[in-house]
């Protein structure tokens, strides 16, 4: 099996690409073969665990009476489960939910092949200050909640049942500037090995020498030899593509110390390699196996690509030879009414609707992300910067995140980094190293920033490093956030600093709010436009007033508008520009993909809305703005939608974006003219008077259509339809279907400013995950079957159990006809103890 637990539930067959499907049956066969084996067996942890919300006295101990705790699976986050209030001490940095202390219990029955083998534990996520026990023996504490921890069971396992206990610290609030969630958020695994094997993320794979004719394979892998003795031993390293077909073969032999690991050092030559890149992204998987007396004793599989970057100062970023830009975006790891405990379907789902968008690239702010997630990236195509650390030893501002984990910095940085470092080092989707966002002071202190540097470049001399909104000293890659979104900022860099290559680690810092609109552009993303500088102003990038008054005048001052057009400094147009005429700037990192729960601007609110995709996961105006900018596939978008009873006549600007190179807006099939896209100014616009109908929107390009989206008006609220992104699931308790909620008019039309109150009734197998609308204001409970709809739009997300049968969802609103839909749950095997 992976031990790198490259996880393979994203490639399930209801969305699974042809790629993606062979990739799928070669791991599989993979796993199958490693367990008939008994090479190395890896099994989930997952289910039935006990859980206790507070502390409790002795909670590790084996005798501890755990029959009424609840029973849960996890990932789970106990936070998301409790109520919004505003005198939760965590405030709007942890989007104004609880924290506390929570205690997990879970039986372990011996078995008997475990003789003599080597047992372990994984958890690939515990937010946050982890103590971890095994029959009452403390195995270890961990302040770092995004780190996976790894623990030998060995000593003290013993026949019968064995009890492993969990107690989880999230109590010193706020934590962090944004929501974590508390709890074992993510999965956890049992791995059984042979005493002689590979370490736990103990191999290093490069591919020093890439052409298109052949490519350099070097390995470097950690043996742990625990016996005492000096042993003899074979190493074998087999390289296979994502089909599982040899490409490359090697033997070497060595004698292992007697104490301590031994490092097996090996080249090989893969002929025509498939070469990685977010357009085609070819993985390879090294199977580095240990044969000892002519028995194969441990199988370690390491997924890699080949690839060959190269960062020039003038040229920018080459990727196999091919000029590319860094498209991407940050992201935070939690999402609306799941929280932190993501499940593998969801994130799966987002990565799909980011690739769709054209993104190819994806921060991880700021923090190490579930291996799931690199997993993904690697055979999906995102380029990543991985981060670990927000700020270092000291928390960010007066009263915001007292107990992050600058309060741990100093004590833990160095193991955690290099833990980190280990532990993603052989993905290609990894591209450079982030070494801290927005370090206030580093200047400061730079030897410590040398010394982090230092540790990436000695772990992985193969990455650059960058640091969120820093320039100089010791970095490889400018980082620009907030100091990149003035006139002028990139000109100076670049005359000061003309042999450097920077990155927008965070920029632009836009906000909006879907279905909400505003007609005269602001910048009051951060703070008030008036406590700008008559100096700052004069910096500030022009935004769009697309009037002269305020069309829309309704909407609650706590959301953001939907045009381009409300934001700190910059516009998101404006700077992709910046990045796109700039050679010097590799490439930019929105704030951010999605709306994130925390880091909220006060009570009632849940974020700040800065995200191009909402709460419940429904794309914004500004999502399509980026799809027309950086994506490939023909497409056009128009805003706002055409429903505006009360505004007939008056004259509402239509904005149109498009790749194309020309598009046409038409009423009720008439014509309002034929425009050229000017890339100056990336957008279309009209003005035309209200009155019902439909607007259409057609893309050209080279004078062929391209494109075409329209826009109806509709009527009063009739009933509500409901639309499921998967019919069939499977009884595994992972399986996950989103259920999404329109209040349609009578002709099937979504309502847009629709907020009537849904109420969802389920029958069959099922677990409710939540249900969420996008709505950052609404502070109602997550885990409740009802909610009411958000510029027409709810979601309702459900897991199956471990029972099969079918689904039947419906959902009531008063006065509405009812929705209704099915799905089936079909019958599968688990393989958890």
């Not at 789970?76 to 409790?82: A, K, P």
């Not at 940095?93 to 078995?111: D, M, S």
């Not at 909402?614 to 978008?637: E, R, T």
């Not at 429903?643 to 006549?649: A, D, M, Q, Y």
Request: glycine share 8%; charged share 25%.
């Amino acid at each position: 099996m992976d031990p790198t637990h490259n996880n393979t539930k994203h490639f399930n067959e209801s969305h699974m690409t042809h790629t993606g499907k062979n990739i799928c049956l070669w791991i599989l066969a993979l796993l199958l073969s490693c367990t008939a084996n008994a090479q190395r067996i890896e099994q989930n942890l997952d289910f039935d665990w006990r859980f206790h919300l507070g502390d409790i006295a002795a909670g590790e101990a084996p005798t501890t009476d755990h029959s009424t705790w609840r029973q849960l699976d996890v990932p789970h986050d106990w936070s998301i489960e409790g109520e919004y209030d505003q005198n939760n001490p965590g405030k709007g940095w942890n989007a104004f939910l609880p924290g506390g202390i929570g205690w997990y219990r879970r039986e372990i029955p011996w078995n008997d092949t475990w003789e003599g083998r080597n047992v372990a534990v994984n958890f690939d996520g515990i937010y946050m200050n982890s103590t971890v026990w095994i029959n009452g023996h403390k195995l270890g504490y961990r302040p770092n909640g995004y780190l996976d921890v790894h623990y030998d069971l060995t000593p003290y396992l013993r026949p019968g049942m064995n009890i492993l206990a969990v107690r989880v610290d999230n109590s010193l609030q706020p934590s962090a500037r944004w929501y974590n969630g508390s709890g074992i958020y993510r999965h956890v695994r049992l791995i059984v090995t042979d005493p002689v094997r590979v370490a736990h993320n103990g191999t290093y794979v490069t591919t020093p020498d890439v052409t298109s004719e052949q490519a350099t394979v070097a390995v470097e892998a950690e043996i742990v030899n625990p016996t005492g003795n000096r042993l003899p031993v074979t190493i074998e390293s087999v390289v296979a593509d994502s089909r599982g077909r040899e490409v490359a073969r090697s033997n070497r032999t060595l004698t292992l110390t007697d104490r301590g690991t031994t490092l097996a050092v090996d080249r090989l030559t893969v002929a025509n390699p498939a070469l990685w890149s977010p357009e085609s992204p070819a993985v390879y998987y090294l199977t580095t196996r240990i044969v000892r007396d002519g028995k194969a004793i441990d199988d370690y599989v390491t997924r890699f690509g080949i690839r060959k970057a190269e960062f020039d100062p003038d040229r920018g970023f080459i990727l196999n030879g091919v000029p590319t830009k860094f498209k991407g975006v940050c992201i935070h790891q939690n999402t609306g009414a799941v929280g932190s405990a993501m499940p593998d379907d969801l994130l799966y789902k987002r990565l799909v609707q980011l690739k769709e968008m054209g993104c190819n690239a994806i921060r991880t702010s700021h923090y190490a992300y579930a291996p799931e997630f690199y997993a993904m990236c690697d055979t999906m195509g995102f380029m990543v910067m991985n981060e670990l650390f927000d700020g270092w030893f000291q928390w960010k501002g007066a009263n915001k995140a007292r107990y992050d984990y600058g309060y741990y910095f100093l004590d833990w940085w160095e193991r955690d980094l290099a833990d980190f470092i280990r532990r993603d080092r052989n993905h290609p989707s990894v591209m450079i190293w982030s070494m801290g966002n927005e370090v206030w002071g580093y200047e400061r202190h730079q030897y410590l920033q040398w010394k982090i540097n230092d540790t990436f470049h000695r772990l992985d001399p193969t990455r650059p490093t960058t640091q969120a909104w820093a320039l100089d000293t010791y970095l490889d890659i400018a980082g620009f956030n907030a100091n990149g979104e003035s006139r002028g900022d990139l000109a100076a860099f670049r005359q000061k600093q003309p042999g450097k290559l920077a990155i927008g680690t965070e920029i632009p810092h836009t906000r909006s709010t879907r279905g909400v609109y505003r007609t005269l552009g602001s910048y009051n993303a951060w703070r008030n436009p008036e406590r700008f500088s008559d100096k700052e102003r004069e910096r500030l990038f022009p935004i769009d007033s697309l009037t002269d008054t305020e069309v829309f005048t309704e909407f609650d001052p706590g959301y953001a508008s939907s045009y381009d057009n409300q934001t700190r400094k910059i516009s998101v147009r404006e700077q992709w520009k910046q990045t796109r005429d700039n050679p010097f700037m590799i490439g930019e990192f929105r704030w951010t993909a999605f709306d994130y729960l925390g880091e909220a601007w006060g009570w009632p609110s849940r974020t700040n809305n800065y995200g191009i995709i909402d709460l419940a996961g429904f794309p914004k105006d500004n999502y399509y703005l980026y799809q027309s900018l950086w994506s490939d596939q023909p497409m056009v978008h128009l805003l706002p939608h055409w429903t505006w009873p009360g505004k007939e006549g008056v004259e509402i600007p239509v904005v149109v974006y498009t790749n194309g190179d020309e598009a046409e807006l038409l009423i009720d099939g008439r014509s309002l003219g034929r425009r050229t896209m000017d890339p100056d100014t990336l957008q279309l616009v009209w003005r035309v008077p209200y009155q019902p109908g439909t607007l259409t929107a057609v893309a050209y390009k080279d004078g062929r259509e391209i494109a075409r989206k329209s826009c109806t008006t509709a009527e009063k609220p009739a009933a509500v339809r409901l639309t499921p992104d998967r019919t069939t699931l499977t009884a595994n308790r992972s399986d996950v279907v989103c259920i999404t909620a329109d209040i349609v008019d009578s002709r099937g039309r979504l309502v847009p400013y629709a907020s009537n109150a849904i109420r969802f009734e389920v029958s069959g197998p099922y677990k409710l995950l939540g249900v969420e609308n996008g709505d950052i204001l609404d502070m109602n409970p997550q885990k409740v079957l009802g909610r009411k709809a958000f510029m027409g739009k709810a979601l309702l997300i459900l897991q199956t159990t471990g029972e099969s049968g079918v689904l039947q969802i419906k959902a009531l609103s008063d006065g509405l006809r009812t929705g209704k839909t099915s799905v089936h749950v079909k019958p599968t095997k688990t393989t958890s103890i």
